[in-house]
């Protein structure tokens, strides 16, 4: 088990998100995309980009009636992620 992760810790503004492997009890995460809300479109190609490498695009990166960028994407782990960057209101 020397190659798997005992706890992650990510802050994200003021909010904490953790993570572990369970090695024992590792199922595919389905049912549900992890989205990522970002204020720039070039802060959203860089994330799209760097989830993609390796992964699976679902949706590619494209504007939207809402946003400025969207993508879906499953990363390399098999995690499923939505990346968006809002229009401004006006």
């Known amino acids: ?13 003021e909010q904490i998100i953790m993570a572990s492997d369970a090695p024992t ?3 595919p995460a389905q049912g549900m995309h992890i989205t990522i809300g970002v204020d720039t479109p070039e ?12 992964g699976n695009i679902i949706m590619p990166m494209e504007e939207t009636f809402w946003a400025q960028r969207f993508a879906m994407v499953t990363d390399r782990f098999g ?12």
């Open 1 to 13: 088990m020397s190659d798997q992760v005992m706890h992650a810790q990510l802050k994200v503004g």
């Open 43 to 54: 802060e959203a190609e860089r994330i799209y980009e760097a989830l993609s490498e390796g």
């Open 79 to 90: 995690t499923p992620w939505m990346v968006n960057c809002d229009k401004p209101i006006p």
């Open 25 to 27: 009890t590792f199922q």
